[in-house]
């Protein structure tokens, strides 16, 4: 079965860099959901979209920013990098209403240095 | 502030018998909760769920428990399988405007190794 699907699986970015990072929510999921998961830590909610809209937002920095596509792909943006922005960042998409059960892409990981 | 709290960092277990992870959580408006495995550098991947409305969900090997009046969860493992070895992830959510489910305030994680 066809799951999230997220690119790149890698990335190292510079100091002050920006990064953009793609997901692919799995057929006919139009809620997406990304989260980003520091070094010890657990997952923490950046930001959701449904139907195109944003829906929820949570701890994302001002200097981040996303948006979901018309085919309901979802783009993360990231500028200014920092060093404290290294992390493994997930994207999640359900299908409407039914959050029950959400599911995860295998996560990109983004370096900065 | 954890609003989900997983207190045993680890747990390690015989194959073939029980595993029991739990999670306690402080924040009444959640409602619904669920349980993910996760290897390393993967994407969590989802075990089982349970509503506020129920106190019970099974699934295979694998059941949860909530006791809303206490504010714990708990997911059992049976038989527990070298397989099973991996990070689980207690997660919660208040879908308070209906599109909020996946919204989710994840626990610290618990590490389990299922002994051969």
């Known amino acids: 079965a066809a799951g999230v699907i997220q690119s790149p699986r890698h990335l190292i970015k510079e100091k002050r860099e920006t990064a953009t990072l793609k997901c692919y929510p799995i057929p006919r999921h139009d809620t997406v959901y990304w989260y980003q998961q520091g070094p010890g830590q657990d997952p923490q909610f950046l930001i959701s979209f449904y139907e195109k809209m944003q829906s929820d937002k949570g701890s994302i920095p001002d200097r981040f920013s996303a948006q979901q596509f018309s085919d309901y792909h979802s783009e993360l943006n990231m500028s200014s990098l920092e060093l404290g922005d290294s992390a493994l960042y997930f994207c999640?998409?359900?299908?409407?209403?039914?959050?029950?059960?959400?599911?995860f892409g295998e996560g990109s990981w983004l370096t900065v240095v | 502030d954890q609003q989900v709290k997983q207190n045993s960092p680890s747990l390690s277990v015989q194959e073939g018998r029980i595993s029991i992870l739990n999670c306690d959580y402080t924040?009444?408006?959640?409602?619904?909760f669920l349980w993910y495995k996760k290897y390393p550098a993967e994407g969590p991947t989802f075990l089982i769920s349970?509503?506020?409305?129920?106190d019970k969900n099974e699934d295979g090997r694998f059941t949860v428990f909530l006791n809303k009046s206490a504010k714990h969860l708990s997911l059992h493992i049976v038989p527990s399988q070298p397989g099973d070895s991996a990070v689980y992830f207690c997660a919660a959510s208040d879908n308070a405007g209906g599109t909020s489910y996946g919204k989710l305030t994840f626990g610290q994680g618990t590490i389990l190794t299922v002994h051969p």
């Open positions: 349970i509503s506020s409305i129920k």
């Open positions: 999640a998409s359900s299908l409407p209403h039914q959050g029950n059960t959400i599911y």
């Open positions: 924040n009444s408006m959640f409602d619904y």
